[in-house]
């Protein structure tokens, strides 16, 4: 077996905490099958990941520039070529995957595509990753703390080397500043950006400091020279085109695809200590953060301290019963629920201001990585429930961001907005959480903040393209879309609506009739673009009519769907969670309804794989006598795609929005419908869920959750607090007060 | 007329001095004729020179991507793409050329090969420059301090640009930084170095801070993407390998062929002042130079200065009589001597030490730019003589530099040393200071550095290759120039043989006789490469035997020719000024010898565009009886080289080289024999010369020089201090405490 999930403890933690809850962090969850998550070693919410790269040296059997890869490391692959630094975790699109530190021995060699090498004795857990690399006969170890990387590399004796690669990386830009500060450290940057190779304006360099505590022997820059044609190339030597190294340049060299490495003679079998300092506002403040974070502490140390912060945070859920695997798919799941959003400040709260970059301060912590179209689905509720400290902190960089830009994030990557995907997803996040009933951000300036991108502005609104005749025709008519206007007319309006239905109800509790009334309106256009005769969502024209052709399998693995993004007519069909009685209704009934959801899943409609229809096994709820299968389904779909495996999640984790999927179906509950402060609810995976909440922000420090009774996975009854619950729905406020909520199944 | 030499003063001097030497100076003179020097604006010695850049934009006679250009104006070039703002004058290998800002009316146009303009009204004096861009209707004016550029441009009403390209350069680097500090300031860094296009391993950061007066109203960043294969690229959209613009980019961006731009709605005409202030050390030192010499200054007053600074300088040598083109040629050499070495200090005394680059400070001035195997000839003669300061710094950097490196300097460029041309120059400009008098540097320390580079070395010698053999055989066999270890074994030992001369010499001055024996015994090894049947210095085995086989016409115009350094056996022929009694001898008297040099002059094999040859015209000195053919000589080729005309230069000006043979030879006295402190006489060009002395230095104030008598331009005496003189030579002792030389003409 060549990966070992990393049971046993190695280090003496220093928690008090009787349990080690990352024991059941199994990080090799995600990294086959496009999870694109990987077994680095972050800490929670980490600025931070020390990654290891194995998808672009030669011999892998996926290759980035040969595949659409959007992660640094795949599990099928077999050749490493360094420790990449700054990282996203289950990100569709590539980005980052830089700052790439390599191990090498004997004659210096500074191209990836030789210097690649297998590697054996993998191991990976919360906040640690160590394997050993065959070619070079080097054991690594790497840990991390929120905004610096530790390697440890036990080189044997002879010759070795510490190439950092700053040319290779999860992007297409390259420019880069490098300067040898001394024979102990490196400082500089990289351009980053670009996210999935189509967003040529959003670059911006991420700042770094490497110091070693080994002098060098030798040190040294390399650069790729730009190919020259012309009488100039007449004059040049073979570095025409080719990298060329220059020894001793303490200075900085400035270009595309360049690095600097530290050569070495042991006389010995030598361990030596790398740490990386990252910042996204300057080369200072990245030194101050490794200084801050790690000068003068011991790679265990560090590894405890992150082990100690993951446990900390894994504790505030703690599940009895359950098979081994059980938990660690849910703990694993709850884990990447923690890598994205992630810190963006400096030790100093320095971070750069959105879209100018310019420097501000935080008292608190900026966040970064808002993958929001997946995420308003179910993460953010499962941070607003159990860690609200953090969604505060979300909702708050959010409101940051709208005072930066005047808008608030869509697809925001450290400090650029990407645009990636459609709707208007932070409207739903931010009303989500007030709904709920966390407060602690300004809700005026949220208000005002969600209301801006719902209407036209002048010169363009880019958070939704459309809005104008969206709200003329109560939808966003199919030519918008056929005149490249936006992707997926029936998709977007879905995520308008659902939008506006959250805009309804924060109005609502902000007491303002007007806004409620005008947007609850809108929320139900949805109903216009449903056609009755087929049931499904249909592209629609101006004029009224369905686009021909329509075929509701068309579109799934993501082919270009007129009216759909990423999906087809089947997995948008019921994307309105926010209304699904609403919904039965257009169906002509529930017979129909649960028809066509039982055609979803008969005919393998359902994808999994992606947020659309994520909900899906919740709606058979609704349903009177038809629970038993969301109960079925939950864990057929549960035990199918979220298993202890390196293909163990179903596709994407789209930043822990699968993980937080995961997470809610085991404890026996799941927000169904965003903007409705409610819970969805089927059998959970264990005996005992003990939520630990906070008590300012509840009322209450703890929920408990049981599963009592037969061995069967249906329910008979369920207690809440001793009172037998009617229905398959709990309020928020319900949830959080209960104290105990017991599931007696059959 | 399209370039108007500019003869009038514009500006009304502070300076207190009665003559305006600065009338006669075209710095037009050299800028065609592969003269390499260039109309631009700049401050004695100064670091920035501001030039138009016109050699490389379509519809150019001469484009540097065609041809192989080593200077950023060509007069005959008619397409102006920018100011570049650090450049080399009077050099014949390409750099830098770079920081290039461009003025551009109308959208936003950020391709060299697209904004390039035709100009006219062009005018250029010391220290200012301007024109007139045809295509934007914009007048331009640049003058300059010694670390700062300073533009003025005339924009009509409308939309105007300023693009600072960071790509376009005199170099095939383009690595750069660039960041838009705000609305008014661009900071950031570039690559250059890599000098002929073939020293990749010589590249460092210039570092500039540009300022301008008015607020731009829009501005961003563009960048040259990489262009990307593979499945990549399929996501990219148009920018794969285009330039991309990025707006309100308020944040480094990073790379290759990248730049900056500010732009402007101009409701009326406005004049915009732009600043640029350089480093070489960081952006902060390049925003203190800008801050310390033109901050709060206007740009006359700026003007003015660098005019009365020039002044100060050509003062010290008045002179009367002759035409006024004659005292152009005459005080345009004079500017053109004293433009390299350049000053590289910021003027906080900052600079990067040789090689390493690390922050040094100095309490004096830094140089750099040492074209050696030029500049010994002549250039640090005329440096001693007249500008005895200058020369100090010339000097004390060179053994600043033997202390950062081990070793004296070659051909140093901005703290790096490019290895370009052969021998060991420093070596007799260090001596022949000495020798003349000049005190003020470690005599100690010059010796040892000088001798270390004598000998063979523990790893090679840098500066002299195959020393070993050159001491063994007593000259480099043509062995090592056939193994390639070395260019031009003729050339190489002539070098050599000069240089231990010169270390004899400064030996018997420091009273090491062991050291002066051993040094003047190599110094005669010239005469075993004398071939007495052909009288000519011919590539000689390890054997004894002569090369075969041998044209002494081979070799002109740059051809490759085994044993001779750019040119051919004619031309080095007579190339041991320090012995010409004893070459003499070699050819078996005086009618052998006088009978080649009226060959080599009868046969077109004098070179005056190159440096070997550029004493043989004074050689008939020597012979008794000859000395008219000097004279005759001098006046010849002065008069066929050297005119008021863009191609006034003979080639090269070679860092002012040339410039000085004539500012001598019009004087009527030259340094014909580097470390031999006398100097040939010849008719003057002008009645009278009037020389300031540094009387600390030489112990008088004054040197004048008269012509007086027949209207030939033949010697009929010559008298010192009212004494008659024999013979052509006077030393450099005599000549400085002459008081007043005479010379009686026929």
């Known amino acids: 077996m060549k990966k ?71 599990y099928e692959n077999t050749i490493f070529t360094g420790y990449s630094h700054v990282n996203l975790s289950g990100v569709g699109c590539p980005d980052l995957g830089a700052v790439i530190v390599m191990p090498t021995t004997g004659d210096l060699n500074i191209h990836p595509s030789e210097y690649g090498t297998t590697y054996s004795k993998e191991t990976a857990k919360a906040g640690y990753y160590s394997n ?95 190919k020259i044609d012309g009488i100039e190339a007449q004059w040049m030597s073979a570095y025409n085109g080719q990298q060329r190294i220059i020894e001793d340049a303490y200075y900085p060299i400035i270009g595309d695809s360049l690095g600097a490495y530290f050569s070495y003679d042991f006389e010995e079998a030598t361990e030596v200590e790398v740490k990386i300092g990252i910042s996204y506002v300057s080369i200072e403040n990245a030194r101050e953060n490794l200084e801050k974070e790690v000068s003068n502490v011991s790679f265990d140390e560090i590894a405890n301290r992150a082990k100690d912060n993951w446990n900390e945070k894994l504790s505030r859920i703690e599940v009895e019963g359950g098979s081994d695997d059980d938990k660690t798919v849910f703990y694993t799941a709850l884990y990447h629920s923690m890598i994205h959003p992630n810190v963006m400040s400096d030790v100093n709260g320095e971070y750069p201001e959105a879209k100018t970059r310019k420097t501000k301060k935080t008292d608190g912590e900026r966040y970064t990585v808002f993958s929001l179209w997946d995420t308003y689905r179910n993460l953010h509720q499962l941070m607003t429930l159990v860690y609200p400290e953090q969604q505060l902190n979300m ?48 809700e005026q300036k949220a208000f005002e903040a969600i209301l801006k991108s719902a209407y036209p502005v002048e010169g363009g609104n880019p958070v939704r393209p459309c809005v104008d005749n969206y709200i003329k025709y ?19 309006t879905l995520e308008y609506t659902v939008a506006d239905w959250s805009i309804a109800q924060f109005a609502k509790e902000l007491g303002d009739q007007e806004k409620y009334k005008e947007f609850y309106n809108r929320s139900m256009g949805y109903k216009k673009m449903f056609d009755k005769e087929s049931n499904f969502l249909r592209p629609k024209h101006m004029d009224g009519k369905w686009h021909e052709p329509f075929d509701p399998a068309h579109g799934a693995n993501f082919e270009h769907n007129i ?87 179903a596709g994407n984790d789209d930043t822990g929005t699968m993980s937080a999927w995961v997470v809610f179906s085991m404890m026996g509950f799941y927000p169904d419908a965003p903007s409705t402060p ?55 406020k319900d949830l959080v007060g209960a104290k105990e909520i017991v599931f007696h199944t059959k």
């Open 678 to 732: 409610q819970y969805a609810l089927t059998t959970p995976a264990f005996d005992k869920v003990t939520i630990k909440l906070d008590h300012d922000v509840w009322g209450t420090d703890e929920l408990v959750i049981k599963k009592e009774g037969g061995n069967t996975n249906h329910i008979q009854s369920i207690k809440v607090n001793g009172k037998t619950k009617k229905g398959y729905f709990i309020s928020h």
């Open 563 to 649: 009216g759909y993004v990423e999906g087809n007519a089947y997995q948008y069909n019921l994307m309105v969670q926010y209304d699904i009685p609403g919904l039965v209704k257009q169906f002509g009934g529930s017979k129909a309804f649960v028809n066509r959801l039982d055609e979803i899943f008969e005919k393998d409609q359902f994808d999994m794989a992606n947020e659309p229809d994520m909900a899906y096994p919740y709606a058979y709820n609704y349903i009177k006598g038809k629970e038993y299968k969301t109960q079925d389904k939950v864990i057929e779909l549960r035990e199918k795609y979220f298993t202890n495996k390196p293909d163990g999640i």
């Open 395 to 442: 909702v708050n960089t959010m409101l940051d961001i709208y005072d930066e830009t005047g808008w608030l994030p869509k697809w925001e990557l450290n400090g650029t907005e990407t645009f990636t995907m459609v709707g208007d997803p932070a409207a739903i996040v931010v009303a989500d959480t007030y709904l709920r009933g966390l407060r602690g951000f300004d």
């Open 132 to 226: 050993f690399l065959e070619k070079y006969q080097v054991a690594t170890e790497v840990t991390a703390t929120q905004r610096a990387g530790i390697s440890k590399y036990k080189f044997p004796a002879g010759k070795a080397n510490l190439l950092l690669n700053l040319g290779q990386a999860l992007s297409n830009e390259s420019g880069a500043m490098v300067k040898v500060v001394n024979d102990q450290e490196i400082e500089g940057m990289r351009m980053i950006g670009s996210f999935c190779y189509n967003n040529p304006k959003t670059i911006y360099p991420v700042y770094f400091v490497m110091k070693v505590n080994k002098k060098a022997d030798r040190t040294g820059v390399w650069q790729q020279h730009n």
């Open 4 to 74: 070992i999930f990393y049971l046993l403890t190695l280090f003496l933690s220093t928690s008090l905490l009787a349990q080690d809850y990352t024991e059941y962090v199994n990080p090799f969850i995600g990294t086959s099958n496009y999870g694109a998550t990987n077994p680095g070693a972050i800490a929670p919410r980490g600025m931070v990941s020390v990654v290891p790269f194995n998808t672009s040296g030669k011999g892998n059997k996926m290759e980035k520039d040969s595949d659409w890869l959007s992660f640094p490391y795949a």
């Open 474 to 492: 109560g939808y966003v008519p199919v030519e918008d879309e056929l005149e490249d206007k936006l992707w997926g007319s029936v998709s977007t």
